[in-house]
Nanobody, 124 residues
Framework: VQLVESGGGLVQPGGSLRLSCAASGLTISRDSMAWFRQAPGKEREGLASIDRVRGTTYADSVKGRFTISKDDAKNTLYLQMNSLKSEDTAVYYC???????????????????WGQGAQVTVSS
């Protein structure tokens, strides 16, 4: 299994970015997928998840600003991030699990596969 994130970078406050996660070795149309982030000195935080049972789940910190989606034909997961704030600065990770659904969709221990991370910096 390989998950490769792309789309990170530097953006001004209030701006937007879209992260992509290209998956190989698993089928995202069937498996549980999620986005996490980790800022320096902080725990890894679950942001959004998508699976065939619950649909989408969002953390309160990003609800209304971030949107998780996937393109089954491309086997690619996305995270559209709008109205970015300085506190969104972090390394963003794509995560996956082969189960149709996981018990706690925003908990890191429920996912077995991880990408290498993409840096997102929000600064003027």
């Amino acid at each position: 299994v390989q998950l490769v994130e792309s789309g990170g970078g530097l953006v001004q406050p209030g701006g937007s970015l879209r992260l992509s996660c290209a998956a190989s070795g698993l089928t995202i149309s069937r498996d549980s997928m999620a986005w996490f982030r980790q800022a320096p000195g902080k725990e890894r935080e679950g942001l959004a998840s998508i699976d065939r049972v619950r649909g989408t789940t969002y953390a309160d910190s990003v609800k209304g600003r971030f949107t998780i989606s996937k393109d089954d034909a491309k086997n690619t997961l996305y995270l559209q991030m709008n109205s970015l704030k300085s506190e969104d600065t972090a390394v963003y990770y794509c995560a996956a699990d082969r189960r149709l659904w996981v018990r706690s969709p925003l908990r890191r221990d429920d996912y077995n596969y991880w990408g290498q991370g993409a840096q997102v910096t929000v600064s003027s």
